[in-house]
């Protein structure tokens, strides 16, 4: 994985295969545990898998998005046939030839690697496949999207976030920012469901940049690179670009921090608005814009306003209050207070963001169709 990726060892360990391991366990409980018949009325509901399924994973989580994927689709009873990323095909080998060890039947896991518009759009369009999941960006997602459904065939999509951190004016201020600068600055900023966008109260403003400025500071040496070359000019035209439309540079910047390799320094913003380009678009790289709200109405019409709709954070001083909040985000997951990562819980996006859910029992039902019998 840091071979592949260029996650530091720890990250690796800890998040790229800690969270699959835990996802794969969960999926062997819900297979045993799961009700695949239930009774309606006059009627006996069965659950069936949906047959044979397209996978194409993204490389910024290479393993956690395969096993997001297999998992629930070998615990539905169906087959796959898995597309990875062309930057990270060697973890999708190796998980390969542990499914060969674990002595699944030949065919129930199928491995194909290739590029993305080749590949991955063939098997989208392939008459033998039920199902595709796709995680990747809205534009591709868009491509697949269309494909499957003129195939009409069953379609499940994880696409982009630009996800709002927002910090009510009752929140520990200092411990909000420094999660949230943290959130950002993780997998070098590679995270879909990045909180991209902290949101900070007028009175509070200043103190939350110099405090994200000091956070920030702490990720220069503790950062790996991004994937590739292509990804590093990317993230650095975007920082060009928050430069360039008015937005002031108070950590981090444009310029390479090292002379090999392919990093980019930890980035902030500040006095950031919401129509900027680097407020609207997903950047996936360690870059944090921090924009100002009057009010509570002002930072939710701003929270809301991105075509995506994918995670976020509300912080403040009593968990009502942050929830009172959340259930008015246009959005598929909330972290109240740094709630911790729930690998039961579904995963996905509202508008731009996706269609379907991974993770739990909403994960699986996703790969699952229905067939009513009446008596």
């Known amino acids: 994985m840091t071979a592949e990726l260029g996650s530091p060892l720890k ?177 070098s900023g590679q995270t879909c469901s990045a909180w991209t966008r902290m949101l900070v109260h007028d009175s509070q403003y200043d103190e939350a940049v110099a405090l994200a400025v000091e956070a920030a500071a702490k990720y220069g040496e503790r950062m790996g690179p991004v994937v590739n070359a292509k990804q590093q000019q990317r993230v650095r035209s975007y920082i060009e670009k928050g430069v360039g439309e008015g937005a002031r540079l108070v950590a981090g910047g444009p310029e390479a921090p090292r002379a090999q390799g392919y990093f980019v320094s930890p980035t902030v913003f500040a006095d950031v608005t919401p129509e900027m380009t680097i407020a609207q678009e997903e950047i996936f790289g360690p870059v944090l814009s921090i924009l100002r709200y009057e009010d509570e109405a002002d930072a939710l019409r701003i929270a809301n306003g991105t075509v995506y709709g994918l995670a976020g954070a509300v912080w403040a001083g009593e968990v009502t209050e942050a929830v009172a909040f959340a259930r008015q985000l246009d959005t598929g997951q909330v972290d109240i207070n740094g709630g911790r990562f729930n690998p039961l819980a579904p995963f996905g996006g509202y508008k731009q963001s996706g269609v379907g859910r991974e993770l739990g029992s909403h994960g699986l039902s996703e790969y699952l169709q229905t067939k009513s019998l009446q008596f």
């Open 11 to 187: 990250l690796s360990q800890a998040v790229h295969v800690g969270a699959p391991i835990a996802v794969a366990g969960s999926y062997a409980e819900l297979a045993a545990s799961y009700a695949f018949e239930e009774k309606v009325g006059n009627s006996t509901v069965h659950l069936e898998p949906v047959g044979v399924v397209g996978a194409i994973t993204p490389w910024n989580y290479p393993l956690h998005q395969i096993v997001a994927k297999v998992a629930p689709a070998l615990a539905a009873g169906c087959t796959v046939v898995l597309k990875p990323a062309e930057d990270t095909p060697l973890t999708a080998q190796l998980f390969a030839e542990a499914v060969h060890e674990a002595g699944l039947p030949a065919g129930v896991f199928n491995l194909v690697t290739g590029l993305g518009p080749v590949a991955g759009q063939a098997l989208a369009g392939h008459e033998g496949v039920d199902l595709v999941s796709f995680t990747g960006s809205t534009a591709v997602g868009r491509r697949i999207g269309a494909t499957a459904g003129a195939a009409v065939k069953r379609v499940a999509l994880e696409l982009g976030g630009k996800s709002a951190n927002v910090i009510l004016p009752s929140a520990d201020l200092a411990k909000a920012v420094n999660v949230g600068v943290a959130n950002v600055m993780s997998n």
